[in-house]
């Protein structure tokens, strides 16, 4: 099969794409045999990782079980050199957080400033939150918690319309002026605020979330009985530090270049996850690239965006958070995490029990989360792919450069070749 169409059939296209797409990248960067350079290379990596395995079948699900194990028994050896009996615990998840920062090496960022964004509390109190607390109003709420983790609490503890068309619409009002350069803070929430977020984690296996803006990660210490917690912790948050730092890069950016009135805006789109919802005219197919900032496969596996060239900078996020582990496990060879390392694009059709291809991911993210969610019969892909249209771009652009065009271009939603 021609490389062109091993891709396009693991990315669920249609050939012509592919093929279009590299011909219009192979003139721009003046690079050639990419795609047969990229087949080769997962080819390589399979291989290698099999043997690893001593994984001699070659049936979907024997690939898919040897690398859960691997998942299984990484969790546990990070367990033991975290020395945590329970990550579910307030101290489980502080070690957690506090490592992943040291290990992603993310800087400061440009973010909210906190005189800031207690006005939008005092202006917009979070009612849910000063009656949960038995707070009389939003001084008394500020005067005795912690901003950052009432800044959290916003996020499982109020109404989601109310937060987006009350709260957070104070953001139209913000400029440059009102940002500054601080460190990303991080937060793992005591037991009055994770009795309060019970209906936040129920059933959904997801305790972390974050505010880009104000450049926060918290973690509500929640215990699912599911293996592989650990492992889907520290990639989370490692995803979050390297998300956020993203961001910021994208708000510093606006700041400089935008006027006051504009800046607002710019801020918020970035916020909201716009990704275009209009078609390339046919003869600019493979020139444009979407910059694609959301998962849509999550939402819709069938959404048309999904099958056309486009950059996706949250599997960017991803793959940092997997280099990271990478160089952990560099740093600690008995972890054997170097595995992972460079798989986030990895993958191939092999066949099932019946003989039907069956697509297999090797990236650590979908492998983690398909073992996380293995009660459900759940299992992931859409990283691994999303990585494979990034892995496209990036060899012919180069990783930097396509960072680079992927912020200067954020705004418009797609990069021109």
Do not use: C
Request: glycine share 4%; no cysteine.
């Amino acid at each position: 099969m021609e490389p062109n169409e091993k891709i396009a059939k693991i990315l669920r296209t249609d050939k012509d794409f592919v093929s279009v797409a590299a011909e219009r990248l192979k003139s721009a960067a003046g690079r050639d045999g990419v795609l047969e350079r990229i087949m080769k290379e997962n080819e390589k990596a399979m291989s290698a990782r099999l043997k690893i395995l001593n994984s001699s079948s070659t049936s979907a699900e024997a690939i898919y079980l040897s690398l859960i194990d691997k998942i299984r028994a990484d969790d546990r050896k990070l367990s033991e050199h975290f020395m945590l009996r329970n990550v579910s615990t307030e101290e489980g998840s502080r070690t957690i957080l506090n490592f992943a920062k040291e290990l992603s090496q993310v800087g400061k960022g440009f973010f909210l400033k906190q005189e800031r964004a207690r006005e939008f509390i005092l202006k917009e109190p979070p009612k849910n939150i000063i009656k949960a607390l038995g707070y009389k109003n939003a001084e008394e709420l500020l005067d005795k918690e912690d901003l950052f983790e009432a800044y959290s609490a916003l996020r499982f503890m109020e109404d989601r319309d109310w937060l987006n068309n009350v709260f957070f619409k104070q953001l139209e009002s913000v400029a440059p002026g009102d940002f500054e350069e601080r460190e990303i803070e991080t937060r793992a929430l005591g037991e009055k605020w994770q009795k309060a977020a019970k209906n936040f984690v129920k059933k959904k296996y997801h305790n972390v979330s974050h505010l880009k803006e104000l450049g926060l990660i918290f973690v509500i210490p929640e215990k699912f009985d599911v293996p592989g917690e650990v492992i889907r912790l520290l990639t989370l948050v490692l995803h979050y530090l390297h998300e956020v730092s993203f961001y910021s890069d994208l708000f510093r950016l606006y700041a400089g270049a935008a006027k006051d009135h504009t800046f607002a805006q710019k801020l918020i789109a970035a916020l909201r996850g716009d990704v275009l919802d209009r078609r390339f005219p046919e003869e600019q197919r493979g020139r444009k690239w979407m910059i694609v900032q959301r998962y849509l496969a999550k939402e819709d596996l069938y959404d048309w965006r999904l099958f056309e060239p486009h950059v996706n900078p949250e599997a960017i996020h991803w793959t940092k958070a997997e280099d990271d582990v990478a160089r952990l496990g560099e740093r600690f060879g008995k972890l054997e995490l170097g595995f992972w390392h460079d798989l986030d694009f990895v993958g191939d059709y092999f066949p099932d029990a019946s003989g039907v291809e069956v697509l297999v991911s090797f990236n650590l993210i979908d492998t983690v989360m398909s073992l996380v969610q293995e009660r459900d019969m759940v299992k992931y892909l859409y990283h691994h792919q999303e990585a494979l249209w990034n892995k496209i771009f990036m060899e012919y652009m180069g990783k930097e450069k396509t960072e680079e065009l992927i912020i200067k271009n954020f705004d418009q939603g797609f990069i021109k070749i």
